[in-house]
Nanobody
Framework: QVQLVESGGGLVQPGGSLRLSCAAS????????VGWFRQAPGKEREFVGA?????????FYADSVKGRFTISRDNTKTTAYLHMNNLAPEDTALYYC??????????????????WGQGTQVTVSS
């Protein structure tokens, strides 16, 4: 069983940056793919990005964040990060990290992940 705890959310001005953290406990963190999802008010949860585990180190990003967001991980600290730059109001959402071993075709879907954090709020506003 893997427990995930996100942190680092907050209020930021447009154009600003934030780094979200996802601290994992239990399980073998390095073997899991880490995914980030977000849910804006009144909208469905959507894929943000993912980073494969098991030394594959392959990145996947939604088109809406490509070039602005980057995922990294420190397996020694069993922590993953979502680095967000040039934030815009439309990035306002509750951000979730997830862990699992998604098969081909599911890495961008919620069903590909078994473990989820509770979410951290990001608000982009002037």
């Amino acid at each position: 069983q893997v427990q995930l705890v996100e942190s680092g959310g907050g209020l930021v001005q447009p154009g600003g940056s934030l780094r979200l953290s996802c601290a994992a406990s239990g399980g073998t963190f390095s073997q899991y793919t880490v995914g980030w999802f977000r849910q804006a008010p009144g909208k469905e949860r959507e894929f943000v990005g993912a980073l494969r585990g098991s030394a594959q180190n392959t990145h996947f990003y939604a088109d809406s964040v490509k070039g602005r967001f980057t995922i990294s991980r420190d397996n020694t600290k069993t922590t993953a990060y979502l680095h967000m730059n040039n934030l815009a109001p439309e990035d306002t959402a509750l951000y979730y990290c997830a862990a699992g071993q998604p098969i081909v075709g599911t890495i961008r879907t919620e069903t590909g992940y078994r473990y989820w954090g509770q979410g951290t709020q990001v608000t982009v506003s002037s």
